[in-house]
């Protein structure tokens, strides 16, 4: 079955990096877009970031542009989420996502599978 297994999470201070993966197994994962989603506490889920099967196609969330960049390395199944300049609104479980579509999207509702999520957590 189709698996996806998130990683890198942790505690940063303001202004510090972090690297997000996301281990694919199940599919062949060249062929589908992911992205990344994230929720804060007591917010709902929010889109993150997302590309599209062989990377060309980039979507970024406003708050995060400039900060943030998405990529895929389709030869080991695993995405990337880096993180720059985090702030503590950047704070959330962040989830990995696949959808059963080479096309990029940034509603929730249009991917197919998650991974249980890696914590981010941005205080001093």
């Known amino acids: 079955q189709v698996q996806l297994v998130e990683s890198g999470g942790g505690l940063v201070q303001p202004g510090g990096s972090l690297t997000l993966s996301c281990a694919a197994s199940g599919l062949t994962f060249g062929n589908y877009a992911m992205g990344w989603f994230r929720q804060g506490p007591g917010k709902e889920r929010e889109f993150v970031a997302a590309?599209?099967?062989?990377?060309?196609?980039?979507y970024y969330q406003d708050s995060v542009k400039g900060r943030f960049t998405i990529s895929r390395l389709n030869a080991k199944n695993t995405g990337y989420l880096q993180m720059n300049s985090l702030k503590p609104a950047d704070t959330a479980l962040y989830y990995c996502a696949q959808r059963s579509s080479s096309g990029t999207s940034t509603r929730g509702d249009e991917y197919d599978y998650w991974g249980q999520g890696t914590q981010v957590t941005v205080s001093s």
């Open positions: 590309i599209s099967s062989k990377g060309l196609v980039k």
